[in-house]
């Protein structure tokens, strides 16, 4: 029968130091700086929200003739709005707080929410063009 080792605190000491030094040098791969991003769940609701809306009654069960349709579209645009207004917020206000040189980050100076909701806005704008390329995509697809 083999016999377990002895516990070595110094080894794993050692360890500890290890990776506090490289939570230091790569902190690109921790968020030790009290911000949350937005949770994968977050951003998969928000994608499903958005989905409805680009292909709306194909991607899930819509019923629009009991309220209509512009209710029902004007409740999802309404409420992807405000999901993607915040994850866009938490997002420029944590990239912000790292001071990353890799992000190029708009002019805060309006502050981030404010800054988000352009963004968001302008997004959503573009909402009706983006589906007009995924109709002509659609064609390309089917023209092979």
């Known amino acids: 029968m083999m016999s377990i080792p002895e516990f070595e605190p ?3 000491s050692e360890v500890v ?3 506090m030094e490289s939570y230091s040098d790569h902190a690109y791969l921790t968020n030790l700086q009290g911000l949350s991003l ?3 769940e977050c951003v998969e609701d928000l994608m499903r929200r958005l989905e409805s809306l680009l292909y709306p009654g194909l991607v899930e ?3 629009p003739s009991i309220v ?3 209710f029902v579209v004007g ?4 409420e992807a709005f405000e999901m993607l207004r915040e994850i866009v917020t938490t997002c420029l206000e944590y990239a912000n707080s790292i ?3 890799r992000f190029k980050l708009p002019d805060m100076s309006e502050g ?3 800054v988000a909701h352009r963004i968001t806005l302008d997004f959503f704008r573009a909402l009706p063009g983006i589906r007009a390329l995924l109709h002509e995509d659609l064609k390309a697809a089917y023209q092979l």
């Open 10 to 12: 110094a080894a794993l």
């Open 17 to 19: 130091d290890d990776l």
């Open 38 to 40: 937005p949770s994968r």
């Open 61 to 63: 069960c819509m019923n």
């Open 68 to 70: 209509g349709l512009r």
């Open 75 to 78: 409740n999802r645009v309404v």
């Open 99 to 101: 001071d990353a040189p």
């Open 112 to 114: 981030a929410a404010a």
